[in-house]
């Protein structure tokens, strides 16, 4: 296979062997292991693969308490190579992903002193996941801002409160310190990792090697908006929603929906706070939000059409919209996550 990207700036003192460390117990999730390991092994095969070095410049150990086959969350089995025991300062990034049993996780006392005692020997120290949990534990993050798979981040405020818990963010660094959302968003992290060791274009590379966003548009909370926030019971809502994501520039005022499943406006926004948690005006701003982050990022429309073709009354409603949900105007949005290969 050939990357057909040529790397030109990587200086010599870049050119540096770090091993990575990744923690495996029983009940781990298997992507938040495998996730890293496969961007920081498409990292050493893209330097090589353009001639600037042949070492293997991530070497990884899978550490747990003892060497051997550990079976993961999903039953598939991954082998340790090193125990907690063997473990030394040899490794530069040690990284800790998140498990099925939380209640279990935080009470793994060998688990918790070993995280912590490595802490001061090595140069990185990141969780995926619920792995932040067992940064918590070890009292890593007190005093931090940190992140976690946003279904469990009110649990991490609400278990650990010297922790400034930011529940949206894909991954939050404080020094030697990382941790990451949900599950791929290691992914996310390690290919930051990447660009603080080698430079964006390397990081680049592997994130188009991988068909990811280098760095990925919006936060968590894009991910979870319409989990969270779809109706328990009715299918009815359920049905509406989902037409709603399809159709950004209807028609959605409540009148309108309303009348679409057959309610009085009244009756309808009652019942869909109900159902879903947050009214119908914030849900379908949300989907517009949405809509508008696709093209901004894809796409090199003006923001006038960007507004035109996620639903918005104007520009300057869209303005208003992502100041309020987001923190940060389109243009600004755009200028921070837009791809360099945009297409017009």
Not at 237 to 259: C, F, S
Request: hydrophobic fraction near 40%.
């Amino acid at each position: 296979m050939r990357i057909p990207d040529k790397i030109k700036n990587i200086s010599p003192s870049q050119h540096k062997v770090r091993t990575i460390g990744i923690v495996a117990y029983p009940g781990v999730q298997v992507l938040d292991i495998t996730g890293p390991l496969e961007v920081f092994s498409f990292a050493t095969f893209g330097l090589k693969e353009q001639g600037i070095s042949n070492k293997q410049v991530y070497p990884i150990k899978v550490i747990a308490e003892k060497r051997g086959p550990i079976t993961t969350m999903s039953g598939i089995q991954i082998i340790a190579d090193t125990s907690f025991s063997e473990a030394g300062k040899d490794i530069d990034t040690l990284i800790i992903p998140g498990g099925d049993d939380l209640d279990a996780l935080v009470k793994n006392t060998q688990l918790v002193t070993w995280i912590r005692s490595m802490a001061p020997k090595i140069r990185r120290l990141a969780s995926v996941c619920t792995g932040a949990f067992l940064l918590a534990e070890g009292g890593l993050l007190d005093g931090r801002q940190a992140t976690t798979h946003w279904h469990f981040c009110d649990r991490l405020a609400r278990e650990y409160p010297s922790i400034s818990v930011d529940p949206d963010k894909i991954f939050v660094r404080n020094d030697f310190i990382a941790t990451s959302g949900g599950i791929t968003s290691g992914i996310d992290l390690t290919l930051a990792l990447i660009e603080e060791d080698w430079g964006r274009e390397l990081a680049l590379l592997v994130a188009r090697y991988l068909v990811v966003f280098l760095k990925r548009p919006g936060g968590q909370s894009q991910f979870s908006t319409y989990l969270a926030s779809e109706a328990v019971d009715r299918h009815d809502l359920r049905d509406l929603q989902a037409w709603i994501v399809g159709h950004p520039t209807a028609d959605l005022r409540v009148d309108t929906m309303a009348e679409r499943v057959s309610m009085s406006p009244r009756n309808f926004a009652r019942i869909f706070l109900a159902e879903t948690g947050t009214t119908a005006a914030k849900y379908v701003e949300k989907v517009r939000i949405d809509a508008a982050r696709y093209y901004l990022v894809n796409t090199n429309l003006s923001i006038a059409l960007v507004t035109e073709k996620s639903g918005f009354k104007d520009s300057e409603t869209m303005r208003r919209a992502f100041i309020r949900n987001l923190g940060v105007n389109p243009h600004n949005y755009r200028a921070y996550f837009s791809r360099p290969d945009s297409d017009s």
